[in-house]
């Protein structure tokens, strides 16, 4: 399995899965901050969207995401100050620039952008932007394998680890996979060579039966991580029990604010409150993304959800394993 | 949503490099990587310098892809 949905989107953009010797299946994972958002915090992004004076900032991918019965483009169109950036520090600027109204950051992302909302935190609090708060729905990647696992739905020889995570996390993070499951661990970066690569290690730890943890991406990733990063979101964050799509509850696996940043968290600012959450009819995302069907196994694939007409957030997002089967063509169910 | 570029950092002043991806020019933030210096290859994403890169390590692969281009 690769956990990464931008290795999924190497994968099929490259035609990698058709290099491979038969007997050798790509399965696509949860990696996708955007697809594992579970629909009543879509549902609560909107409604924060709607607040009176609110300024929404959020990175792109979230806009289409459709929620129980709107969208943040949808709310948008219809007059919310919906604001899309690229960083965090964007969205810090917007508060400087609008010290009158409430900004709000969605912080949706795993380890590798959940230090980029960390520091945009520390930075508010140090500069006194009193008007910057975040949405944190941030997410480790590590319980959610370790869930993946325990749920055994799937049989899972080898996993490609996320490169770009494992720069922060580093490679020890993952460390009781081959211990306790004796499941293969490659960190892997994400040129095609970078894939075959992780590929070709997966398969000599399987051959010779000694499953561990290997890093084939070493120019970014190192055992440790990036250990100033690590610091600063143990700073401002702790972890408690986040809702991914499709798999549900999993203990530590969300990024929340600390007590000693509870001025920068929506959560407590905002008395948020939405009807109950209901995922679109026919949807399977949820088994998309635990691996246990292949995008094109859904009813709705290709017909009723396209990348221009999302039902589910794995066919928005640049990284969602719909998308990206969608856009490199691949439908033979291989 | 994890997309990470390199970059080469032009010019520091304080946390806030000028950077070169590819010919376009952009500010990030070393906020996450102090020990970068001007000169250096970092791993940009979402306007923070997440990483610098080992050249060495970057070096091999390169190798290694010219490798698969001369046999292939």
Do not use: N, Q
């Given at each position: 399995m690769e956990f990464c949905g931008s290795h999924t989107a190497a994968i099929l953009k490259y035609g990698i899965r058709q290099l491979l010797p038969a007997g050798v299946e790509m399965l696509s994972g949860p990696g996708c901050p955007v697809c594992v958002t579970d629909q009543a915090d879509i549902d609560r992004a909107i409604a924060l969207a709607k607040v009176p004076g609110v300024i929404l900032c959020t990175f792109?991918?979230?806009?289409?995401?459709?929620g129980t019965y709107s969208s943040l483009q949808q709310a948008r169109a219809e007059g919310c100050d919906v604001c899309m950036v690229y960083s965090t520090l964007d969205a810090l600027d917007i508060a400087r620039a609008n010290p009158d109204k409430p900004v709000v950051f969605l912080?949706?992302?795993?380890e590798t952008t959940a230090p980029t909302i960390a520091a945009s935190i520390a930075q508010a609090k140090q500069q006194q932007i009193k008007n910057y708060s975040v949405f944190s729905l941030a997410k480790l990647c590590p319980p959610v394998m370790k869930a993946l696992l325990d749920g055994g739905e799937i049989k899972i020889d080898g996993i490609i680890c996320p490169g770009h995570v494992s720069t922060i996390i580093?490679?020890?993070?993952?460390?009781?996979i081959p211990r306790e499951y004796g499941v293969a661990c490659v960190v892997a970066g994400f040129e095609p060579v970078d894939i075959l690569m992780a590929v070709d290690q997966l398969l000599v730890q399987l051959g010779n039966g000694r499953p561990r943890v290997e890093i084939a991406y070493g120019r970014t990733v190192s055992p440790e991580g990036n250990v100033r990063a690590q610091e600063l979101l143990a700073e401002v964050f702790e972890p408690q029990t986040a809702r991914w799509r499709g798999v549900g509850e999993v203990g530590g696996s969300g990024y929340r604010i600390r007590d000693r940043y509870k001025e920068f968290d929506t959560e407590r600012l905002f008395d948020i409150k939405t009807g109950p959450a209901k995922e679109p009819a026919g949807c399977r995302c949820g088994d998309v993304l635990r691996g246990v069907?292949?995008?094109?196994?859904?009813?709705?694939?290709?017909?009723?959800?396209?990348?221009?007409?999302?039902?589910?957030?794995c066919m928005v997002s640049g990284e969602g394993a719909c998308a990206s089967y969608y856009l490199f063509g691949e439908s033979d169910g291989r | 949503m994890c997309v990470a570029v390199p970059a080469l950092i032009l010019s520091l002043n304080g946390i806030e490099a000028e950077v070169d991806i590819e010919g376009v020019r952009r500010k990030t933030s070393i906020y996450l990587t102090p020990e970068a210096k001007v000169g250096d290859y970092v791993l940009m994403h979402a306007g923070f310098a997440i990483k610098v890169i080992d050249l060495q390590e970057a070096r091999e692969t390169i190798a290694l892809l010219k490798e698969i281009n001369a046999a292939g």
């Open positions: 792109g991918d979230m806009l289409k995401v459709p912080g949706v992302g795993f580093g490679s020890k993070p993952y460390e009781f069907i292949r995008p094109t196994a859904c009813p709705l694939f290709g017909h009723a959800c396209t990348p221009e007409r999302p039902v589910g957030p | -």
